[in-house]
């Protein structure tokens, strides 16, 4: 845990919390996709959605 935790705030690196994952997966796709400055295809997109469900 420590080796992640000191390097939480560096600009590469986007922190995700599975308890937040669970509770709305489409959001925190779209963070994700943000950060990795993905564009997202809205036609698409609850299919995306469902595949990544758990």
């Known amino acids: 845990m420590r080796s992640w935790w000191e390097v939480r705030r560096l600009p590469n690196v986007l922190m995700v919390h599975y308890a937040d ?12 996709a943000e ?6 295809d809205e036609a698409q997109w609850d299919t995306i959605v469902e595949h990544c469900t758990f």
């Open 21 to 32: 994952l669970k509770a709305d997966l489409p959001s925190q796709m779209r963070r994700i």
């Open 35 to 40: 950060f990795l400055e993905i564009s997202v």
